[in-house]
């Protein structure tokens, strides 16, 4: 088990086009929230998994944001049309069913240009 | 509204000396609370947590104390290391009633620099 995975590590992306994110937690955890972090600020909540069903959503999440987690195991973000304000660090956070901790990845960087 | 503040930007220590930093909250709710530490391109670290239940929770070099009626806690690093220089993030949690996330509220974090 290596811990939270995260792919890509980096992406640049032009202003309109639609990009997305892979995040696999650590095997065993059935908790999987995505989280956004801008220059200068703590990260923020987006969204939340409990195994396949997503039960949480942040206001930060706007229709342009989709996230899925088809079979309780790996899980997707997809920003569509993005815009410059887009730009930041993502990151995806995984959490076992006895423990109240979250467990974070390295982060997908998205720049859009 | 931000409900946990790091009111410190930045701190500097000497190496061997006791780093603490401070964190705050507004929101009564909270029942768990925690640190992470983070290098800069890298996702956060977890580092040590505290259940609203206790005032206190060490972990090696790493103490956390909670004082609930001040809604405020800290982290103290002793002795501190270059190897701590980091930003350090707070964060607070509850358990949902329904849909029982844990979701956490960071504050901007603390960047801790230890001098050697």
């Known amino acids: 088990d290596t811990g939270v995975s995260q792919d890509p590590r980096h992406k640049i992306t032009k202003r309109g086009q639609n990009v997305t994110f892979r995040c696999d937690p650590i095997s065993e955890h059935n908790r999987l929230y995505w989280y956004r972090q801008t220059l200068g600020q703590g990260p923020e909540f987006l969204t939340y998994?409990?195994?396949?069903?997503?039960?949480?959503k942040s206001r930060l999440l706007s229709d342009r944001f989709s996230a899925e987690r088809p079979k309780g195991s790996f899980s997707t973000l997809e920003i569509q049309r993005t815009e410059q304000g887009d730009s930041a660090m993502y990151l995806c956070?995984?959490?076992?069913?006895?423990?109240?901790?979250?467990?974070f990845g390295q982060g997908t960087r998205l720049t859009v240009v | 509204d931000q409900q946990v503040k790091q009111n410190s930007p930045s701190l500097s220590v000497q190496e061997g000396r006791i780093s603490i930093l401070n964190c705050d909250y507004t929101?009564?709710?909270?029942?768990?609370f925690l640190w992470y530490k983070k290098y800069p391109a890298e996702g956060p670290t977890f580092l040590i947590s505290?259940?609203?239940?206790?005032d206190k929770n060490e972990d090696g070099r790493f103490t956390v104390f909670l004082n609930k009626s001040a809604k405020h806690l800290s982290l103290h690093i002793v002795p501190s290391q270059p190897g701590d220089s980091a930003v350090y993030f707070c964060a607070a949690s509850f358990k949902d009633s329904g849909a029982g996330s844990y979701q956490l509220t960071f504050g901007k974090g603390t960047k801790l620099s230890v001098i050697p």
């Open positions: 505290i259940s609203s239940i206790k």
């Open positions: 956070a995984s959490g076992g069913p006895l423990n109240t901790e979250a467990f």
């Open positions: 929101n009564s709710m909270f029942d768990y």
């Open positions: 998994f409990q195994n396949e069903a997503q039960l949480e």
